[in-house]
């Protein structure tokens, strides 16, 4: 969960096709050799409850299969079926990370999120300790920050704009989207 939005448990809150699941599991057991539904889910960035229920159907197709237990959680690998069907989806696509998100749950994420820092002085020193700058543009950088609006650097080539645009993330321990139209 992200700032109240959930992670989707069943296929019809995915978002996105649940071919594409189903598919990110195969390439992912296929390039795993030997997996189980928990790593399955850290790689994937889906629900364990939602990797559990493609695991289940790939079960009753035949192209994977249990092994073993390891503690509460199922070790699978997958049967030469499961191989044949996970080597025709590489041909299609090589990935095998955390599965994409909808543009609408991308969307809503983004709209949620919400810078929760104070910046201080100090802050800002240790977040430009790698830059040589004067302590004029921390006193104008700190209140442009805490106003959690939108910030404009402006100046000539070379005033080193990019180099602050780059450290102001520095001021936040928060993970920061972004979102373009």
Do not use: W
């Not at 978002?15 to 390439?27: F, K, N």
């Not at 790689?43 to 197709?61: G, N, Y």
């Not at 602050?164 to 920061?176: F, G």
């Amino acid at each position: 969960m992200y700032n109240g939005i959930k992670a989707p448990i069943s296929p019809e809150q995915l978002g996105i096709p649940y071919a594409v699941a189903t598919d990110l599991v195969l390439r992912r057991c296929l390039l795993e050799g030997k997996t189980n539904i928990s790593g399955l889910s850290k790689a994937l960035a889906l629900h364990a409850s939602l990797v559990d229920k493609i695991v289940q159907e790939l079960r009753k197709k035949k192209e994977i299969e249990v092994f073993g237990m390891d503690g509460r959680d199922i070790s699978l690998t997958l049967t030469s079926l499961g191989q044949k069907h996970a080597n025709d989806r590489l041909v299609q696509s090589r990935y095998a990370g955390p599965a994409p998100v909808s543009l609408q749950m991308y969307s809503d994420v983004v709209a949620a999120q919400c810078l929760a820092v104070h910046v201080d002085g100090e802050m800002l020193k240790q977040a430009f300790s790698d830059l040589v700058i004067p302590d004029e543009v921390l006193d104008e950088l700190g209140p442009a920050l805490n106003a959690n609006g939108a910030m404009c650097l402006c100046g000539p080539p070379g005033t080193d704009k990019t180099s602050i645009a780059e450290r102001n993330v520095r001021v936040s321990p928060d993970t920061v989207l972004v979102r373009t139209r």
